[in-house]
């Protein structure tokens, strides 16, 4: 099985290639050859082994609350909720097993624990073997729906809440197969199955079947989706072995379906397991390749900074002598000429101090620490042309960042505010913020030019201008480096104007406390 992924892509984004398509239809084939094979011994009573049970349910918790929490961790940085449905869906089978095996007559208690009653553990496999092709329905649903999709702005908040639903909703049936037992058909007759059995399992049956038809109508399947349609296979084999084929307990058909059972929750886990061992060798071939990226990019700074600076300043020193010693020889086009080469010449200078900035910006090491944003932006205010405008600083938290890359936020927000506002009459410039959970959203607003929104998307890219030089003087990297100290810093930054109704700026950072 192969877990390559382009450009670490997540598996649940990730499109299933033709060779893991085949591989699955493999490993579904052999499971249905297995199957087959063993429904006519399916009724052959074994031997009583009552080690079996919490071996084989041990492990399934174990492997559903790894599968569980390699999901979480994916959809922290996916953020799709519908990968979320799917870790619970994990979490609610580790929780329901547990009480299966409490209540699973004479293997704790005779008649089991949790106040059981000789239907509860048969209800609770069939609460179980219901519920997770439910939460499967759901993921394949949602995933297809983007409008259900929208990204989750507090991940780990959501994971507590779904993690606490899945718990509860166990509680819940475990108290209806337990307590409410009576409102309930009896499907038990000692270790054999009533008539009323067929039913009720053909309803999980058919649950099961549902979602790997969902799973599979779901096109482009995504590599997670390939191996959930194995799960939901493994699922109906194990169902109809355990549940339709068989007798009763501790048949073939009961110790086979659980095998069956227990490979089935196995399967995610070993691609999410591949998938990380895969991604940490991505990661390290990655680090080795950024480091010889860094070499380079030091070399072309002290090349940019040496090289390229020479020359420059030989063509602005030679135009300088000459406005200097031949101005009286020159005609006005002549000066105005020189005037326009020195001028550039000073701009390329600045547009190579600037890109510098840029690059260093990447390779700067982060200091993690409570900044004062509202003292930071007030020394930015007092040091970018005092008195050219009305600069308002209201109350802000502070921050947890590097001090001296959040300056450089405050000094091209602020700066741009004050330039963009100087044509006209009262200049004034706002800097606020407000919390949200545990963000800080900060904005800078100004009364001046303003932009065409339809223009926004250019903003935050190196030399992209929406002004010509001669209107507002720049070289237009101070946006880009704006986002990309914030978003070294986890946030984001974006922009909302109006031509000639002003600006406003927002970036987000995580709260100090």
Not at 13 to 26: M, Y
Request: proline share 5%.
């Amino acid at each position: 099985m192969t877990t390559d992924t382009a450009d670490g892509a997540s598996l649940s984004l990730q499109p299933a290639t033709p060779r893991e398509n085949r591989i699955a239809l493999v490993v579904v084939v052999i499971s249905a050859l297995v199957f087959l094979a063993c429904i006519p011994f399916a009724r052959v009573q074994l031997p009583q082994v009552w080690p079996f049970i919490p071996i084989y349910e041990s492990a399934l918790v174990v492997n559903d609350l790894i599968t569980a929490v390699l999901l979480f961790g994916q959809f922290s940085f996916v953020r799709t909720r519908a990968l979320l449905v799917l870790a619970c869906g994990y979490v609610f089978t580790a929780l329901i097993t547990v009480a299966h095996a409490l209540t699973f007559p004479g293997l704790f208690a005779p008649g089991g624990l949790l106040g059981a009653t000789p239907q509860s553990t048969a209800w609770l496999y069939m609460f179980w073997h219901a519920g997770f092709p439910a939460l499967v329905v759901a993921y394949a649903w949602m995933k297809s729906h983007p409008e259900e999709q929208k990204q989750s702005e507090r991940p780990w908040t959501e994971v507590l809440l779904g993690s606490v639903a899945a718990a509860a909703s166990v509680a819940g049936l475990t108290l209806l197969a337990t307590a409410g037992a009576a409102a309930l058909p009896a499907i038990m007759q000692g270790n054999r199955y009533t008539p009323a059995m067929i039913f009720v399992v053909s309803s999980t049956w058919v649950l099961s079947a549902l979602a790997l038809v969902v799973l599979w109508r779901r096109k482009p399947h995504t590599v997670i989706d390939l191996w959930l349609m194995i799960v939901m296979c493994a699922w109906i084999f194990d169902i109809a072995l355990s549940a339709v084929f068989n007798a009763g307990r501790f048949d073939l058909g009961f110790y086979s379906g659980r095998i069956y059972g227990l490979l089935a929750a196995s399967f995610v886990l070993w691609l999410l397991l591949i998938e990380s061992a895969v991604m940490y060798g991505r990661l390290a071939t990655r680090t080795r390749e950024l480091a010889a990226v860094n070499k380079e990019l030091d070399a072309f700074s002290y090349s940019v900074s040496h090289d390229l600076r020479a020359p420059l300043r030989a063509v602005d020193g030679f135009a300088l002598m000459l406005e200097e010693d031949y101005a009286g020889k020159l005609d006005d086009e002549g000066r105005r000429l020189i005037g326009v080469v020195r001028s550039n010449a000073q701009r390329m200078n600045q547009l190579i101090d600037d890109l510098l900035d840029f690059s260093r910006l990447g390779r700067k090491e982060m200091a993690r620490e409570p900044v004062d944003m509202a003292q930071v932006a007030r020394e930015v205010a007092s040091e970018i042309a005092p008195g050219s405008a009305a600069i308002e600083i209201a109350q802000l938290p502070a921050a947890r960042g590097d001090r001296s890359l959040l300056k450089q936020v405050w000094v091209n927000l602020i700066g741009n505010a004050v330039k963009y506002s100087s044509k006209i009459e009262n200049p004034r410039v706002e800097v606020g913020a407000r919390a949200e959970g545990r963000l800080i959203v900060y904005w800078v607003r100004d009364n001046g030019a303003g932009f065409d929104m339809k223009y926004a998307g250019k903003l935050f890219g190196v030399f992209q201008r929406l002004h010509l030089p001669e209107e507002f003087p720049g070289t237009g990297v101070g946006l880009a480096i704006v986002q990309r100290v914030v978003s070294r810093h986890g946030g984001r930054v974006w922009a909302e104007a109006a031509p000639n109704q002003g600006a406003c700026f927002y970036f987000t950072l995580p709260a100090a406390g």
